[in-house]
């Protein structure tokens, strides 16, 4: 009898791995390299990123794969191998759609040595929850860069299901290895630095720092570690500045946003909100340079294209945008340094602010009620568009008519309205809280995943923010990275970031009794006040 796991790989090569007891299968193939550089949802079911093909025996299917795969392919043994236990089996694994890092680097591959010769390197890190952005300092001005997946996300794609992996001592080392292993691979590629920032949410960065995490896996929460200070996590690794958290889900990372837009320009505008939006979504209303307001509510990983049944993360290739034109959606992509939209995948895929795009499209043209239903169309056009709605596993969905197989399905409009509610109750629960109104407000700052790619006009349309901060609305990129780099070698920042805890205020919300019934009223694509 076989007691092992026996994987035949798409390029004829074989791994035979020992079963896993605490592992689902699709995090022993994580970890064992299979699926490096993959945006799995990590046991949602939903991303089909995962699937492999059970040689014999396959397991009884679960409700999830029966919605994924066909009735052909169930039987001849399909399955998503994040919902099964790691138990021996003979399995076929096909190609995995991977990402891959995009890298920027002023210095040109024929003058290498020239980068290695700067002695005052420093390394800005943002420790995302689903990706790892990166830059290399000199005197503050960055000389090269990159983003990548976290490389953890194989092993949960969002905060709690990442803590409930860390709470084993064992698995934390696990997961604070494979950042600290990337780390040490980013710098030995560049050059050495004499100290690293690093910006994160609190459960990135105590996992990170291989922090006691039951503080934050279940309430009453606390920080493991409050931030504000050096810490060593290798031998092989410069020391690490951590910025200040200002509360158990709102990190360093909102902490170095603020940093950024107060060091990078002309100082906000108060009464501002600024966003952080992510996996998790973190908040702070700035009434003045010295008093804040801070929230912070679980969004999912949907607006970094992972979780959803056609969902990218964005890079060359990803479509961005859609518009409707007389042939059809007409959708945008996302192009590489030379112009072309070449990517490694089979489909095109969507990235999260290209479902708004979509969704904000389709409300438009009453293609899509605002509810999340799917509707006839409001003109003929649309009816043609309306036209093209059909099922998939039972599941309502339209056709997209771009890629055969991309659909949009019901499924992925809820996961959007989810966020879309999410976001809704941090935003009226922050003002309601202040006594202001949304026309109150001076600025509307996004950063974050929807910070670098999103259209205004489709937050609106889609009821995230009200119609009258439409025009104080402005997306500021990834601030904090941009934050992480001015703090590199601005003592008067990292002051400044140590004295925001003293000066916020938290505004708790998931715990309050009346939460689950404000995000239910939220669950509509028009903004709730």
Partial sequence: MNNSITVHLHDGKVMNLAPATGLNLAQLLFLNGAFQGVPLCSGMGRCGLCRVKFESAPPAPRKEEIKKFSAEEIESGWRLSCLHTAAAATIFLPEPERVVPRISDKFS??????????????????????????????????????????????????????????????????????????????????????????????????????????????????????????????????????????????????????????????????????????????????????????????????????????????????????TLSPMGLAPSFIRNE?????????????????????????????????????????????????NNLTEVKGTPALNL??????????????????????????????????GLAPSDLRQLILGGAMGQHVNVNDLVATGFIPAETARITRTAGNTSLAGAIILTNNKTSRDFASSLPQHSTVLELAGKENFGQKYLERMIFQYVY
């Avoid at 438009?364 to 056009?381: D, H, I, M, S, Y």
């Avoid at 499924?411 to 989810?418: G, N, P, R, S, Y």
């Fill in 109 to 322: 591959a024929t003058r290498p040595e020239e980068l290695k010769q700067h002695r005052d390197l420093a390394l800005a890190v943002d420790l995302g929850t689903t990706g790892l952005h990166w830059a290399f300092t000199s005197n503050g001005q960055i000389v090269k860069s990159g983003q990548e997946l976290n490389p953890q996300i194989g092993l949960g794609s969002e905060v709690m299901s990442r803590l409930a992996f860390a709470s084993v001592p064992q698995q934390c080392l696990v997961l604070s290895r494979l950042i600290t292993d990337r780390l040490k691979e980013i710098i030995a590629e560049t050059g050495p630095v004499e100290e690293m920032v690093i910006a994160g949410n609190p459960s990135m960065t105590s996992i990170l720092a291989r922090c006691d995490v039951g503080g934050l896996s279940s309430a009453p929460y606390s920080l493991p570690h409050k931030g504000g200070n050096v810490i060593f996590l290798d031998k092989d690794l410069p020391q690490a500045y951590i910025p200040a958290h200002l509360a158990p889900f709102v990190g360093a990372d909102i902490t170095a946003g603020v940093v950024a837009l107060n060091f990078s320009g002309p100082e906000p505008e108060y009464p501002y909100l600024f966003a952080d939006l992510g996996t998790n979504g973190e908040f702070v209303l700035a009434l003045a340079r010295d008093r804040y307001i801070v929230s912070s509510v679980p969004m999912g990983p949907a607006l970094e294209g992972v979780g959803l049944s056609n969902g990218r993360t964005a890079g060359p290739g990803a479509i961005s945008a859609f």
């Fill in 338 to 386: 030379d112009g072309s939209t070449k990517n490694n995948n089979t489909l095109p895929g969507i990235t999260g602010t290209g479902y708004l795009s979509l969704c904000s499209l389709l409300l438009k043209a009453g293609v899509l009620t605002r509810e999340g239903q799917f509707a006839a169309g409001n003109t003929p056009l649309a009816a043609r568009l309306a």
């Fill in 401 to 434: 008519g771009i890629a055969d197989g991309l659909v949009l399905p019901a499924t992925d409009v809820e996961e959007i309205l989810k966020v879309k509610a999410a976001f809704n109750l941090a935003m009226s629960a922050l003002l309601a809280e202040a």
